[in-house]
């Protein structure tokens, strides 16, 4: 059997700090990055999604960074095709992949290869779902959920209608639930040799830090960025667009709510994602938390515990 590949994870929620983190480690080490953001990877979607600039990124290849349109759909099995093809690249050249980035679900599915040959895209049963949670809602098909997975309605937001028609979707092909898959795959032996670590910080820092990002990202020019990606024909209804900061931006310039409302949203929309974010984490196996408070905010001895 072959010997399975070195592989690090660095994740965390949401403006916890990973980017500076991650770039002193794959220095250390002799890593390239490999992003688990799902927004990252879009072009022109710079500022909302807080994407590493070439200067930062000091000179450390990264992956899955401006790839992909903003009308290209972005879902976990495409990210664990390019993420594949990205590790099998990064070990070529004798590196260590390094995957950064706050989307669980995108950092289990490469490290338990987690199959999704039964989630193919069936259009007309997607679309006829789409079109009820157009005319009805998403609570309606929430509703739907919690009579067929319970478990998986417990944990998908009932406004989430992407992962709420997923696993309908699911249901409606295979007969059997979301949850027991997902939960039959977890159980799955690793497909590398991995280290997982989780970055946290004190909630009240981390939250202070969210809305002081959130302000810096509007004074950069966020509001400027969500009105050219609107010009250049890119709908609300886009996967692409239902990404914090955009989502809020685009339903002021709707005429929906004011500015400061939008901000207001922004900022608790974020909040409420670095909650999810740290839930998730915690149930994952073999995690190793780094907590900031108890090492002092270094980024070197961060760093020397890594590596």
Wanted: glycine share 6%; with cysteine.
């Amino acid at each position: 059997m072959d010997k399975k590949g070195k592989m690090i994870v660095l994740t965390g929620p949401t403006a916890v700090g990973k980017t500076a983190l991650s770039i002193a480690l794959a220095k250390e080490i002799g890593g390239e990055i490999i992003s688990a953001d799902s927004m990252q990877v879009y072009r022109y979607m710079d500022i909302g999604s807080a994407k590493i600039s070439k200067e930062e990124m000091q000179g450390v290849p990264h992956h899955l960074i401006d790839v992909l349109d903003p009308s290209e759909e972005f879902h976990v099995y495409r990210f664990q095709q390019m993420a594949k093809e990205a590790v099998n690249e990064i070990y070529q050249k004798g590196h260590i992949p390094i995957i950064v980035g706050g989307t669980g679900f995108y950092i289990q599915a490469l490290l338990y290869d987690i199959d999704f040959s039964t989630e193919e895209d069936h259009t007309a049963l997607r679309a006829e779902l789409e079109k009820t949670a157009a005319e009805k809602g998403s609570a309606y098909l929430h509703e739907q959920l919690k009579e067929i997975d319970p478990v998986s309605a417990q944990e998908i937001h009932p406004n989430n209608q992407k992962r709420i028609i997923r696993a309908l979707e699911f249901y409606r092909l295979n007969g059997a639930k979301i949850s027991d898959h997902n939960q039959m795959q977890r159980q799955k032996e690793a497909a590398y040799d991995f280290r997982y670590f989780v970055l946290n910080d004190d909630r009240t820092r981390l939250y202070q830090r969210i809305e002081e990002r959130v302000d810096e990202m509007l004074e950069k020019g966020l509001l400027n960025e969500v009105k050219r990606l609107k010009e250049m024909g890119y709908q609300r209804d886009l996967v692409s667009m239902q990404g914090l900061g955009y989502k809020e931006l685009l339903s002021h310039l709707a005429g929906e709510c004011t500015l400061d409302e939008a901000i207001y949203l922004i900022k608790r929309n974020t909040r409420r994602f670095a909650k999810r974010q740290l839930t998730w984490f915690r149930r994952e196996r073999n995690i190793i938390w780094l907590e900031k408070d108890t090492i002092n905010n270094n980024l070197r001895e961060i760093l020397s515990y890594i590596s």
